[in-house]
Nanobody, 128 residues
Framework: QVQLVESGGGLVQAGVSLRLSCAAS????????MGWFRQAPGTEREFVAG????????YYADSVKGRFTISRDNAKSTMYLQMNSLKPEDTAVYYC?????????????????????WGQGTQVTVSS
């Protein structure tokens, strides 16, 4: 079992950058494929980015490709989401998820139901 805690959210203006962190505790972090999702009020949880256990494979939603970068530091048991050129439509609660899996596919990492564990979320608000 793994516990996940997100941090780094906040209120920012459009065009600036933020870096979110997802700190894991419990089982060995490198056991898990990881993902970032977001959810705005009244909407379903939306895939943002995913990363394999080693970090060698990454996946992005089209809406963030070229602006966001997912990464992980297995020695620190932490995953990151670098968000650049933020837009008002990026406003949401951002969640990290973990899946105990040795393999990843683009179709799997994009499904919230694939993940076994979730953090509590961190709010990102982008003003215009």
């Amino acid at each position: 079992q793994v516990q996940l805690v997100e941090s780094g959210g906040g209120l920012v203006q459009a065009g600036v950058s933020l870096r979110l962190s997802c700190a894991a505790s419990g089982r060995t972090f490198s056991t898990y494929a990881m993902g970032w999702f977001r959810q705005a009020p009244g909407t379903e949880r939306e895939f943002v980015a995913g990363i394999s256990r080693s970090g060698g494979n990454t996946y992005y939603a089209d809406s963030v490709k070229g602006r966001f970068t997912i990464s992980r530091d297995n020695a620190k048991s932490t995953m990151y989401l670098q968000m650049n050129s933020l837009k008002p439509e990026d406003t949401a609660v951002y969640y990290c998820g973990a899946k105990d899996s040795a393999w990843t596919m683009s179709t799997s990492v994009a499904r919230p139901s694939w993940y076994d564990y979730w953090g509590q979320g961190t709010q990102v608000t982008v003003s215009s």
